[in-house]
């Protein structure tokens, strides 16, 4: 028995091989002795219509409940019992035929290696679309003082840059100008296509004054990468009011996730946040006041 997928590599939902998770279990037992757990993989991957999406892991770690913004400390005790909620460092890929976009870079600590794990060398990388600003966005840009993705352009808020050349890590623009250019300036304007036609930016500045998302369309199918919009899941699906000392204008920010968490759940979109555990997506679900996220899988 021959199989060249590497499953123990990839965690791929939906299953397009097998048509159930337990028949792949079952598959993943027989062939490796275990279930590959999510945290082993670091990759994982959907269709949406035609085109592919990936979430590449770079870190694992937990949220402080005590970063969030909310005088309801009886909220932050019922949701994260411990003081402390699971959470992730995610980059996102998509892809449609050869043309391969990253949506943010992380600090860029195991990107290559994983695109290289996908059979997409950096070089192939011609677009890179930044939520926004911060270190853990757009550290990996940069690798040993050169540019990390040789023939990628830079896309941005024109807001955003501005706050980036007056922010702690103005520097790192610097360098990315000197290397890369001049970035590509984007408007959100969800009729106007980016980059590939199933792709546009939406506006949901409050967690920095350019944050933007990312909308991906394919026969029917639709998911939308939300940045830093949310960073604590177990508190802020239940609670989009409670905002985040991260966000540069908090109010702002609460405004725009509880909007767009009621659309996403709304019209049946996947949703994807760069900071929640991984794979990072799931379908966002009314539930009372509040959301929940239920899982991508079948
Ligand atoms: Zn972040």
């Given at each position: 028995m021959v199989?060249?997928?590497?499953?123990?590599?990839?965690f791929e939902v939906p299953m397009k091989i097998f048509h159930s998770i337990p028949l792949f279990l079952l598959f993943a037992v027989y062939a490796f002795g275990q279930i590959p757990s999510e945290s082993d993989t670091g990759i994982f991957h959907l269709k949406i219509g035609e085109v592919d999406f990936y979430t590449l892991q770079e870190t694992a770690s937990t949220?402080?409940?005590?970063?969030?913004?909310?005088?309801?400390?009886?909220?932050?005790?019922?949701?994260?019992?411990?003081?402390?909620?699971?959470?992730?460092?995610?980059?996102?890929?998509?892809?449609?035929?050869?043309?391969?976009?990253?949506?943010?870079?992380?600090?860029?600590?195991?990107?290559?290696?994983?695109?290289?794990?996908?059979?997409?060398?950096?070089?192939?990388v011609k677009n890179i679309l930044l939520t926004h600003s911060?270190?853990?966005?757009?550290?990996?840009?940069?690798?040993?003082?050169?540019?990390?993705?040789?023939?990628?352009?830079?896309?941005?808020?024109?807001?955003?840059?501005?706050?980036?050349?007056?922010?702690?890590?103005?520097d790192l623009l610097e360098q990315c100008l000197k290397l890369y250019g001049e970035p590509k300036i984007l408007t959100p304007d969800e009729k106007t296509p980016l980059v590939f036609p199933e792709m546009?930016?939406?506006d949901l500045a409050g967690h920095t004054p350019g944050h933007l998302g990312f909308l991906i369309a394919s026969?029917?199918?639709?998911?939308?990468?939300?940045?830093?919009?949310?960073?604590?899941?177990?508190?802020?699906?239940?609670?989009?009011?409670?905002?985040?000392?991260?966000?540069?204008?908090?109010?702002?920010?609460?405004?725009?996730?509880?909007?767009?968490m009621k659309r996403t759940a709304e019209e049946n979109w996947l949703f994807a946040a760069i900071h929640l555990p991984f794979p990072g997506v799931g379908y966002v679900k009314a539930n009372g006041d509040g959301f929940r996220l239920e899982s991508s899988g079948q």
């Open positions: 199989f060249f997928v590497p499953f123990h590599l990839i949220m402080r409940s005590d970063l969030m913004i909310t005088d309801d400390k009886e909220a932050l005790e019922r949701l994260a019992p411990t003081g402390q909620s699971p959470s992730s460092l995610n980059v996102f890929v998509v892809k449609k035929g050869s043309d391969v976009v990253l949506i943010d870079t992380a600090f860029g600590r195991k990107t290559a290696e994983q695109l290289q794990t996908l059979g997409i060398r950096p070089e192939e911060h270190g853990d966005h757009v550290g990996g840009l940069i690798k040993d003082g050169e540019k990390a993705f040789l023939n990628a352009a830079i896309w941005l808020d024109a807001r955003e840059l501005d706050c980036w050349k007056a922010a702690r890590n103005r546009v930016a939406v026969e029917e199918n639709k998911l939308i990468v939300v940045g830093d919009m949310l960073h604590n899941g177990s508190i802020q699906f239940p609670r989009p009011d409670i905002s985040i000392q991260y966000d540069s204008d908090p109010k702002k920010a609460a405004e725009v996730r509880q909007k767009t």
